[in-house]
């Protein structure tokens, strides 16, 4: 009988400790990139983070964020930092920026030294957006024609990152 007991108990514990494991992974899994640390664009701009503040939001609303970049020398002349939402078909939503939101820095004009700035950010989506995962993207191109010109100094811009991902949800 006390081998039939702890056997039982034994079971028992296993049965206990593999759900637990299942619901630990299962929030791991489903959580959504909370933060983005750390994406270099050329030698003199890197995204630091970015934070949505939050990771679901139904159609027309805006994606708000944070994000913090550090840009150790001026950006060429008409070039933006763009964020747009997408899924695997469309661009749904799209911000440009030219300057520093909570400065009004143009990105231009950053200082000798360069600089450290932390931004907050909103995107505006459409009210007919259907429900899915969207991914929020950011890169830096010239704000003119949206072309590679090593002239302009564009070519170190060509790269395109995913920030994190956001749920629109009736």
Same mark, same amino acid.
Do not use: C
């Given at each position: ?52 503040? !939050? ?26 930092? @763009? ?15 030219? @300057? ?8 231009? /004009? ?8 932390? /931004? ?23 704000? /003119? /024609?949206?072309?590679?010109?090593? !002239? ?19």
């Amino acid at each position: 009988m006390t081998n039939l007991h702890h056997d039982y108990r034994l079971t028992q514990t296993i049965a206990i400790v593999s759900l637990l494991a299942v619901i630990w992974l299962s929030i791991q899994i489903n959580r959504p990139a909370e933060q983005f640390h750390y994406a270099n664009f050329g030698t003199h701009a890197q995204l630091v983070s970015a934070t949505p503040t !939050a990771t679901k939001i139904k159609p027309g609303q805006p994606i708000r964020f944070t994000v913090k970049w550090w840009l150790s020398a001026p950006l060429p002349e008409n070039h933006n930092i @763009s964020y747009y939402v997408r899924n695997h078909e469309h661009e749904l939503g799209r911000l440009d920026t030219n @300057s520093i939101k909570s400065t009004a820095i143009k990105y231009t /004009d950053i200082p000798a030294g360069g600089i450290l700035f932390t /931004d907050e950010l909103e995107i505006p989506t459409r009210r007919n957006m259907p429900p899915g995962i969207y991914e929020v993207v950011t890169f830096i191109f010239p704000s /003119d /024609d949206f072309k590679i010109n090593p !002239a302009r100094g564009s070519a170190i811009y060509e790269v395109q990152r995913t920030i994190f991902n956001i749920e629109v949800h009736l």
